[in-house]
Structure formats: structure tokens, C-alpha cells
């Protein structure tokens, strides 16, 4: 009974310091629930509206799954690139027009490296045009009980009408973690090769937070640095959001401490309402959380290493109006190791701006092995490689976005 008291007492004097820090800072957005009974442990102005810039791109793969799992898609198709897609500004893998992708590569691109040209091409081959998929995308979110999410595109490029909010993106990874736990996978792979280069997932928190193991990251100017972070320890799943921090970095750091509240308090039993109850400021403006400017991120925006990306790739892009590739994908996952049924991750300790909670688990060091394996299938998997076969497929053009760097 002391022990739980202690943590209970531990839990309350994190979210004191976490609302001492909100009011001395800037506004940021965040939340952390209990992913099996979808109940609350912490949040703040969870249901302010918000832009969720590539935190969008977590409902197009969530479209591919349900479109897979009804057999309207497979992943071994193969999918034309069409001029609008080819176009799309950073983050992108580089697609040309023309070329070939196969769905299971797309979704790579797209989980891995926040490619907003295959993101396009998985929307254009559902939807037959982004604009058509993006309304779909919205009428999904509206079922899912997603009130503050309408969508306007496949990628979080900036639009004013491209909107959500911590709730509804809670909710969402929820539901797609319940619905298609067999593929989550994807949003835990560490890397994977394309044209020759071994190209790591922008979402570092699966390297530098014990038991991570997914989902995404997000960059505009309008929305800031975006997070959603999934991570399991002793048999229970959190599922944490944030919204606008100031830069990548911080936005990793506020992420775990965030889950480390969030394990506290779990523990502790402190837990608040159902997210779907979760009511409040529908109607609210997004901030522009940086700047006014329509920018877009770049692979460093999203989160990736200087090292491991093109120079192409490293500035923004600006965006104004927005309303035969390699058959061969090599796959890494996150959390392949553990010791003693823990994750041998680490994270550094952290000094947070936002939440001022630092954590007092001991640092230990991930060995992340790559495995050659069979082609994927619906079962999951941890590592594999994949080889994916050709299919004839239709992709119809849309009205292409300008963009400028």
C-alpha cells in the first residue's frame, strides 16, 4: 500500500510541474490514453483544433489497411506515379513520373519516411484523386467519431481545411492499432532499402524511448514539431500525442516524458474519461504555432538524421494553393532484442520545456539486428525482407499543388 501511495503522490507531482511548465511556456497540445480501455491518463487542450501536418498520413495508411483487408488491394500491386504525385514538395522519397511503386513499398515510403509522393499515389489509386481520397479520409474520421478532423489531403501538406486535433488523433491510432494490429508493424520499422540506399525512420522515439514501437512524426510551420508515440511495458499500451513543440529534439523529449507520466499514472490507476467522451473546444482556430508561413517539412523536419539524408531534402519546402522504382524493400523493426523481457532501448534524461518530469529508469543500449525473411504477409512480423511482385494498376491524375523550395 506505501508503494502504491508513493507512486500515486509521484504521478500527482508530475502533472503539478506539467501545468507550472504550460503556464511559463508556450501552447502546445497534447494527449496520453490507455490504448486497450481507450481511457484518459493526461492531457492538455487535447480537443483544441490543430494542424496535424504528416500526423494525417496515420488515417491514408489506415484507408490501405482497410482497403487491403477487403481485398481491393494487395500488397504486391503495383502502382503507377501520375504528374501530381511526382510533385509533391518534401518530405519525399522521389518518385518520377511514370514510375512504379508496389503498395507495400508506398506504405514504407510513407511510415518510414513521411514521403508525401507515395502517400499521394496510395490516395490516387483508392480515391482516383487526392481530393476525392481526402473526402474519404473525412467521412472515416467522422465514423470513427474524429469531430474536429476534416481532411484535404493525403500528406498534411499545409490547407486551412486540413484540421484535427490530440483527441481525435489518439483515437485514431487506437483504432487502427485495434483494427489492424497485424499490420502495425509497418509504423514500427526502423529502416528500409530503397534504390540501393538504407534509408531509417524519421521517428527516432523508436531508438531513444524504452518500448516504443511506432507511430509518426508531423512538420508544418502552421502545426510546429508533431508526435504520435506508441509504447508497451509489462503488458499495457499507452498511446501518447503532442502538438507544437518548438523543434525536432524537443518534441522527443516532451514525447517520453509524457509516457513516463503516463506509465505512473497507469499504475497508480489514475485514469480519467473514455477519449470518445472527451469534449471541449471543437470550434476553436488551429494556432500557427511557429510562423504564418505555408511551409512544409523536410526529412530533417520529420525527424531524420543529417547524416542519412539528401541535400535535397534537408530544406522546407514552401507551398502555396494546395487544395519503375525498386522492387525490392529490406525491413527493420524496432524492439527485435530484449533482455529479460525488457527492452534494451534508452533514452537520455530529459529537461523538458514543456513537462518537467525527468525519468529515473536506468539507460541501457539497443542492438537492432537486420534478418532476411520471406515477403510480407498479413501475419506480423518483427524483421524481413521483401520482395514484391508486379500487378497491373490504374492511377489517375489530380489537380496538381505548386510548390516552390
Known sequence: MKAVHKTQLLALTFVFLIFHSLSAHARYAA??????????????EATQRWYPASLTKVMTIYMTFKAIEAGRLHFDDTLSVSAHASRQPNSKLGLRYGQTISVEQAIMAVTTRSANDAAVVLA??????ESNFAYMMTEQAHRMGMNSSSFQNASGLPD????????????LSATLIKDYPQYYRFFGATEFAYKGRLLPNTNRILKTYPDADGLKTGFTCGSGYNLIASAKRNGRRLIGVLLGAHSSSERFQQMGNLLDLGFARSQAGAFGLPVDQLNGNYYSPPPFQLSTNRCAGSAEHMGADLSTIASDEVRPSRVVNRKSGQRHAHVKYANTKSVKGKSTKSRSA?????VAVQSTKPKATKSVKTVKAKPVTAKSTKTQTVNAKPAKSKASNSKQAKAKS
Not at 124 to 129: D, F, P
Not at 160 to 171: N, T, V
Not at 350 to 354: A, L, M
Request: no cysteine; glycine share 14%.
Open 160 to 171: 486551412e481545411g486540413q484540421i484535427s486535433s490530440a483527441r481525435d488523433l489518439a483515437l
Open 124 to 129: 490516387e489509386r483508392l480515391g482516383g484523386t
Open 31 to 44: 494527449i496520453v490514453i490507455d490504448a486497450d480501455s481507450g481511457r484518459v491518463v493526461h492531457e492538455v
Open 350 to 354: 530529459s529537461k523538458g520545456r514543456v
